[in-house]
Structure formats: C-alpha cells, structure tokens
C-alpha cells in the first residue's frame, strides 16, 4: 500500500477496538468510562460475572493513573486508556507518564505480584485486606493484587525512558469471559 494514501480506516485492527481514549484522565472522566462500559461493552457479554470483572478493572486501572501519572506542564496527567477485543474477552491497556519513585515503587510491585500463582495471590489479597498490616504487605496495593487476580495473573508492563525521570509506564490485562 502506498504510504501517501494511507488513512486512518485502513488501520485493520479499528474493528478490535471497542473504547479508546489519550488525554487527562479526571474522576468525571472515570465516570463517562464506565456508562460506556454499560452500554457499549456489556452488551456483549453474558455473564454478570464478567462485567463485574471489567467494570472493577476499569476502576483499579483508570484509579492506578489517576494515582501514578506525573502530571504535564498543564497540570494534567496525560495518558491513554484503550478497550480492545480478543478471543473469548478484552484487553484492557493503559498508559501514562510516572516519575522515577513512581516507576521504582510500581516496578518493586509488579515484578512481585507477577512472580505468585493465583492461590498465592489471593491469600496474600485476604491477609491485606482482614489481618494486621504489617511492612512485608504494606509494600504491594491491594489493587494490584486485584487486577493480577481478575486477569489470572496476565499483567504485561513496560518503562520506556521518555524524559529525565519520566517513563511511559504501559499496561495490559487480558480478561477472559470463562
């Protein structure tokens, strides 16, 4: 195909993508996310199970850039939040700016989190949430633990140095309806 002529609905994957968005992300926002989430995406699920699934990890990702992401010289964090179509479910991917404590402490997080089984991770999950907190369960969010739970573990994360102490911090969960 000739690059010149090239536009964006020759983009063959457009028809996997169910809910994109690259700006600020704002509670109103987070909001909007999830009264598109009713209305376009559980449609096409059955299970009640399911949607609670993507409804919680849209709030646990969308709350983690909210939480994470270095704000730009508007004030703003900018960051994208994608919605895509796979077999048997979604792939939920994001992405945002984080400062180099932000990405140490998310990285020290994740490489932990990504290292348990699923039994592992919901134990550890009960023990933060019901028993005495103490330094060794401190150190991981519970909603981390969420989404490594609700996406049997499928987490894929990258840092890509964009900047002095900026780094793209990406993510991908892949939900299955099973």
Not at 83 to 88: G, L, S, T
Not at 128 to 137: A, D, I, M, T, V
Request: with cysteine.
């Amino acid at each position: 195909m000739d690059a010149s002529k090239f536009t964006l609905t020759d983009y063959l994957k457009w028809k996997e993508i169910v809910l994109g968005y690259r700006g600020a992300i704002t509670q109103e926002l987070i909001i909007i996310f999830l009264n598109l989430a009713e209305t376009k995406i559980y449609p096409r699920f059955q299970s009640q199970a399911f949607k609670r699934k993507i409804f919680s990890v849209f709030i646990e990702t969308l709350q983690n850039i909210h939480k994470y992401a270095t704000p730009d010289e508007t004030g703003f964090n900018n960051a994208y939040f994608l919605v895509r179509e796979i077999p048997d479910g979604l792939q939920i991917s994001t992405g945002n700016i984080v400062d180099t404590a932000s990405m140490n402490s998310l990285k020290l997080k994740l490489d932990t989190i990504v290292t348990k089984s699923e039994v592992e991770l919901k134990a550890w999950c009960k023990k933060k949430l019901f028993e005495e907190r103490n330094s060794q369960f401190d150190s991981v969010g519970i909603g981390l633990l969420e989404l490594a739970i609700k996406s049997n573990n499928k987490l894929v994360y990258k840092f890509r140095p964009v900047a002095d102490d900026s780094f793209l911090f990406t993510l991908e969960i892949d939900l299955t309806n099973n």
